[in-house]
């Protein structure tokens, strides 16, 4: 196989969407970010990383607390603007119905099927942004979407988003394989 | 919409899949990995977040450059495969081609669509992992996904894992909406 270099900035791989939500000056504030992930599992903790001049980066330091809440497809155009628009130049405190839940102070939005409310534990300066990392202290899923105490993960319609060079967001498609037992048939 | 408490330890939503590439005491070694994310633009940078435990790990330590490779649907077999067994029970140095590039000393899995080498920046150590953020110094792709010197992201067929409660791998579904774009009517 030829291999050819590219950009190294391309981001090539396909990003879950979620939104993050602060208070900043008092206000509840959301914004798109793509850039977040799973990083400890007892206790369990995210980090996301937000750019140096993110107004929602100013919420995070000012309170401590964040929350993070997962869109279905439904809200495609509410998230979009959400990542197009800075709490700098628009008041997004009234494009969701806002919730909050255990720490009081972490705005989460009713119309997201799954939110979660963190504490912030660590903060990483690197050049450009800041990784925010923080401890899970709740979570919250629609009772639609709960069958026997579980939640259905795909149900909730969650998206995707693919950067440079095509800027799409894509569905979820379907189950083609059973994790964390296909590769079984390696085991000898 | 009545909400209900989940447990906080659930990871709630759909997570690309990539293999962590490192050198261990000598030979190449590959780790399935869904806990990771781009974190900064300039220079590029990438995190992965590896449980303590993890031997992949030890590799990053010892020799301060990792690699990370995103699969295609067809291996999806070998990925999780990859997930099931430690390095320190299988030597995984066979289960790909492995192909070096400019930092020598980083293991990339030929078989891969796209592959990015990577240098260590900063390791921060949580309760039960660390997280280890690398800086981008370059990247690949199989020449057969570029059109005009742009990479087809969603051609390489990339896969999504959902982890508890269903462990499911699910494939990309196709484009509903154009981002950054697909907000732009909430502007007035």
């Known amino acids: 196989m030829t291999k050819i270099r590219l950009d190294p900035h391309v981001t090539a791989y396909p990003m879950p969407v979620c939104l993050v939500g602060a208070k900043v000056k008092g206000k509840p504030n959301f914004m798109a970010v793509a850039w977040f992930s ?11 990383s937000l750019a140096n001049v993110q107004y929602t980066a100013e919420g995070i330091k000012e309170n401590g607390v964040f929350s993070i809440n997962f869109p279905g497809k439904g ?3 509410e998230t979009d603007f959400c ?12 494009v969701f119905k806002v919730y909050y839940g255990e720490l009081k102070n972490a ?3 009713n119309e997201c099927p799954i939110c979660f409310e963190l504490k912030l534990r660590e903060t990483i300066e690197l050049t450009d942004a800041r990784v925010f990392v923080g401890e899970i202290i709740a979570a919250y899923a629609d009772e639609e979407y709960m069958t026997d105490g579980k939640v259905d ?3 909730t319609e969650q998206f995707l988003l ?3 060079p095509t800027y799409q967001y894509l569905e979820l498609g379907p189950q083609f394989a059973k994790a964390f037992d296909v590769g079984n048939k390696f085991l000898k």
Chains 1, 2 share one sequence.
């Open 38 to 48: 799973k990083v400890n599992s007892e206790p369990p903790m995210m980090m996301v």
């Open 107 to 109: 705005p989460m939005i």
């Open 83 to 94: 990542g197009l628009v800075s709490g700098r130049k628009a008041d997004k405190s009234h």
């Open 75 to 77: 809200l495609v155009s």
């Open 153 to 155: 993960i795909p149900g």
């Open 162 to 164: 693919i950067e440079s």
